[in-house]
């Protein structure tokens, strides 16, 4: 156990809920918030964190959730890491902020170095370093339209990058991301995905990556195409993993009609698929990729990285914000780095897809409303339908949730249709609690009761 590890700071790794939920104190809160936080943030959970670290989230009640979402695909190397902490203690000691447009750092400089290492490909590279997700991808297409001297962007159906006006755009699904928020960016083209689910049977990742080209090449013209950007899973949008085949037909006919390809790997990044990019299941080399989330062990930071030739097409000063690439951000990164290469993540991630996916297989056989167990490493999900059918059933799908968390499980929806349960663990969680959060998961999905635990506080 090293110091200041979540076990050394009395964070028991275990599911424990003490109180009804929400409790006393979780209750008081949501009441301060009613009347002080904005409406339209919302929260999955109706609780109100006071600490969490390893394989778990506990509440301000004293309840100890199993967390199965990483703040959303974000603390990979486990919430509050101490190496974390620690780097990020250190440098704000030393300084905050001096803005690296003014006054430049060498903490910026080794992210740079270190994404150049670790982002696909062994071409030249360059970074910048921004502070969201969307913010990475509003910079790649500005990179992107700066290089090509082209205008059109091109995403895919159930596509998510994120909330700002153009990421927005890019962005599929309508409630809530979009709806009365438009109007949009314009120059932005919708193609379909491979979706092995909802896609007529046997469809090859050829065949969709042709019936994709088709619309991009009728409806907009290869010509026209400044970026092709896609997740290679797409997150939000469903976990959807396309047909083998579908990413690197895309990526060639991109490189044929000199369009610049980016992954979008805000999401599928940093070890979350057992591999350190998604991109490397299939041999993709993408000209620049987004990466966000999984970077910096919960600080805010996000970058594009990619070919030094695109990057360095933009003039001095085109690229840049106050805090991109902020210190603390940086240093955090650079920890969250160290363990995920240290530690080899990517492996654990990959022992955590076999672990659980014959979980979710094996409840599948007894739970027709599963009609998918999919994904890859840590990113995994279940996509819930009407019985025997492939009609979404998001009714039940937030039950599932509701009561898994109501249980001590930590679960995330997602979806187009709202109908996919999806498994974003910690790579750090002990197998015991993973073994435990699926009990939950198979206790709630196949109806049975599940005793709550009602122990004393840890
Ligand atoms: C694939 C992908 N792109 C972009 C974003 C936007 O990132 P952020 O919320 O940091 O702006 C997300 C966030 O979920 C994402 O999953």
Not at 72 to 92: C, K, M
Not at 259 to 266: H, W
Not at 337 to 357: C, G, N
Request: hydrophobic share 45%.
């Amino acid at each position: 156990m090293s110091e200041g590890s979540a076990a050394a700071r009395g964070l028991s790794q275990r599911r424990h809920i003490v109180t009804e939920l929400p409790g006393p104190r979780s209750r008081a809160l949501a009441a301060r918030r009613a009347g002080t936080v904005a409406a339209g943030v919302s929260s999955s959970l109706g609780v109100y964190v006071a600490r969490a670290g390893g394989g778990v989230v506990e509440d301000v009640d004293g309840n100890s959730f199993i967390d199965l979402g990483s703040g959303i695909a974000v603390t990979s190397v486990g919430n509050a890491a101490p190496e974390v902490a620690a780097a990020v203690a250190a440098q704000a000691a030393d300084f905050t902020h001096t803005c690296f447009m003014v006054g430049p750092y060498e903490e910026y400089v080794a992210v740079c170095e270190a994404l150049a290492r670790l982002t696909p490909g062994d071409h030249e590279k360059r970074s910048v370093l921004v502070s969201s997700g969307a913010e990475a991808v509003e910079n790649a297409v500005k990179i992107a339209r700066h290089a090509t001297g082209r205008d059109a962007v091109v995403v895919f159906d159930h596509a998510y990058h994120g909330r700002t006006n153009l990421t927005m755009a890019m962005t599929a699904k309508a409630m809530p991301y979009k709806a009365g928020f438009g109007p949009f960016a314009g120059e932005v083209y919708r193609a379909p995905v491979s979706y092995p689910l909802r896609d007529p049977e046997g469809m090859t990742g050829e065949q969709a990556a042709r019936r994709a080209i088709d619309v991009i090449d009728k409806q907009v013209g290869a010509g026209a195409v400044a970026a092709i950007v896609i997740e290679p899973i797409l997150g939000e949008g469903g976990f959807i993993v396309p047909a083998p085949g579908f990413l690197p037909a895309i990526a060639a006919w991109a490189a044929e009609h000199g369009i610049v390809f980016v992954a979008d790997e805000i999401q599928t990044g940093f070890a979350r698929t057992g591999a350190m990019f998604a991109s490397e299941h299939e041999g993709v080399v993408p000209d620049l990729v987004t990466t966000a989330k999984g970077i910096a062990g919960g600080l805010p930071l996000a970058a594009v990285t990619g070919r030094a030739e695109l990057m360095d097409a933009v003039h001095p000063g085109g690229l840049g914000g106050t805090y991109g690439g902020n210190p603390v951000a940086c240093a955090a990164a650079l920890a969250a780095i160290d363990l995920y290469e240290r530690l080899d993540l990517a492996a654990r991630a990959r022992e955590i897809e076999t672990r659980v996916t014959a979980r979710l297989e094996a409840l599948r056989a007894e739970a027709p409303q599963i009609a998918q167990v999919r994904g890859r490493g840590a990113m995994l999900a279940v996509e819930i339908t009407k019985r025997g059918t492939l009609e979404p059933d998001a009714a039940e799908t937030a039950r599932i949730a509701r009561e898994c968390a109501a249980r001590g499980v930590l679960v995330l929806t997602c979806g187009t249709y709202g109908n996919v349960l999806r498994f974003l663990p910690p790579l750090v969680i002990e197998d015991a609690l993973l073994d435990d959060a699926f009990d939950v998961v198979a206790e709630v999905v196949t109806g049975a009761a599940a005793e709550v635990d009602r122990g004393t506080p840890a």
